[in-house]
């Protein structure tokens, strides 16, 4: 089973960045995606990125709407790691953030659709 341990988070000032480390093991090449989701106090799970991680959309990346343009997702395969790069952050962006593997074929954002998932690593951005 693919583990993942994400680290980097932290507390920032608005308009900061932070650049979150997500570290894989196992069998990593059964993953097609790694995808990055959120989690504020009170509200749903959402998605923020993903990687294509194998396959034939292997390094295409989708983000949601309110982190396009922000956020960066990068990894490196051989290393067995995925990175989350976010700038100008905002208030709204504070949450636990959470590394995420997907391992059916056909690309999807949806948390369903993800299979082994980090612990998290906190996220606050104070104004």
């Known amino acids: 089973q693919v583990q993942l341990v994400e680290t980097g988070g932290g507390l920032v000032q608005a308009g900061g960045s932070l650049r979150l480390s997500c570290a894989a093991s196992?069998?990593?090449?059964?993953?097609?995606?790694m995808g990055w989701f959120r989690q504020a106090p009170g509200s749903e799970r959402e998605f923020v990125g993903q990687?294509?991680?194998?396959?034939?959309?292997?390094?295409?990346?989708d983000y949601a709407a309110s982190v396009r343009g922000r956020f960066t997702i990068s990894r490196d395969n051989a290393k067995n790691m995925v990175y989350l790069q976010m700038n100008n952050l905002k208030p709204e962006d504070t949450a636990v953030y959470y590394c995420?593997?997907?391992?059916?074929?056909?690309?999807?954002?949806?948390?369903?659709?993800?299979?082994?998932w980090g612990q998290g690593t906190q996220v606050t951005v104070s104004a």
């Open positions: 196992g069998p990593t090449f059964t993953a097609y995606g």
């Open positions: 995420a593997a997907r391992f059916a074929r056909t690309w999807s954002n949806k948390e369903t659709d993800f299979g082994s």
């Open positions: 990687i294509g991680w194998s396959g034939w959309t292997a390094g295409r990346t």
